[in-house]
């Protein structure tokens, strides 16, 4: 029986692993072998402790980050204004997910970190372990399981449902800028009718254009047609001005990707011998959300939660749940707030639907 099983190789659950080993544990992390979905993410400056403590942030570098210059947005009025919150010397940087994330399994497998490459179907409780049945129709016994499955979450339903809160989609393309075309590093962002637009560098002259609506309000065809998709960009302000100045031709995306982007809650992180950390436990909005940020330190207090219960002490279990339900919390009327700013579109229904959202509704999604 192995101590310690590690659902998902995201963020969150390569923390958790690298935390464990440092901990003189030996977990076994399960996760089928497939590449990391790349749609160009910002890294807040909130990550950088995390990356420290677990002695990753000297992977940022040139092929992996780009240091941000901020935040710009349209949102609320018309006007293009810098986002107070994204300070010089404190707006994270532009990652390119994918490399990033090769580099720290890397660092896992030199420190001797046991993997099995299989998707997890789902679990059985017993009073002194789990079983976890994959995929390849085995089965492997752990005292302890961390869930960093993701979205998905293996271990959500029956007593600990996952709740969708609203029906976000990503629809986005990756474009490579000429070698001659010199793009600022900042995030923009635009507010339209029927959701909001979001612009990003990459690490290598590439440039991230996603576009956040709710799944019924995709418009028919737009998988399809690049056309469409053009001219969904040319009705933005601050968007249409930023690709034409970099001579992007947006219509020539080779393929639209999709991505689902909504705000899913859990009201409880632990469950018997089963924690939840990342996406597994909440994913949110990634308006204001810090969400690799949050990956990193629920990964690691899951992992610090784990090792304290190995040793029959159940205090850092009670302190990581209550931290991160008061977080999210927290978050969920931030994101209310942000969405209650912007009124030009009173009558579409993505920004109603927005607004319709009580705070008294927040918190009941939060309660045990």
Partial sequence: MHQVAILGAGMAGMACARTLLRRGCRPLLIAPGHDV???????SFRASPHLESLGWLGLLDAETAIASQGRYSVWGSATLRRDA?????????????????????????????????????RLSRAPDHVVVDLADGSSIEAEFVIDCSGRASVTSGGEAPLRR??????????????????????????????????????PGGRILL?????????????????????????????ISARV??????VAACAQLKFAPASTTTMSGMIDHRIVRAGDAATALDPLGANGLAIALWSGI??????????????????????????GIASYLATQRAMYASERRFPDAPFWQRRNDISLE????DLEA
């Fill in 210 to 238: 996603c576009f956040f609506t709710d799944s019924d309000l995709l418009p028919a065809g737009l998988r399809k047609d690049m056309t469409l998709w053009a001219d969904m960009v040319s009705h933005t302000h601050a």
């Fill in 37 to 43: 979905a790349n749609r160009g993410e910002t890294l």
């Fill in 85 to 121: 919150f994204h300070q010089e010397g404190a707006s994270g940087w532009h990652i390119d997910r994918q490399r990033l994330e090769t580099r720290m399994a890397r660092t896992l497998d030199a420190d001797g970190l046991v993997r099995q490459c299989a998707g997890a179907r």
């Fill in 165 to 202: 809160l609203d029906k976000l989609v990503a629809c986005y393309g990756i474009f490579e800028l000429e070698q001659d075309v010199e793009a600022v590093p900042a995030t923009l962002v635009e507010a339209v009718a029927a959701g909001w637009w979001y612009m990003s560098m990459l």
């Fill in 244 to 249: 034409t100045s970099l001579g992007i031709d």
């Fill in 301 to 326: 207090q899951a992992a610090e939660s784990v090792a304290g219960a190995l040793a029959g002490d159940t205090t850092a279990s009670r302190r990581y749940e209550r931290q991160f339900l008061e």
């Fill in 361 to 364: 509704t927040i918190s009941s």
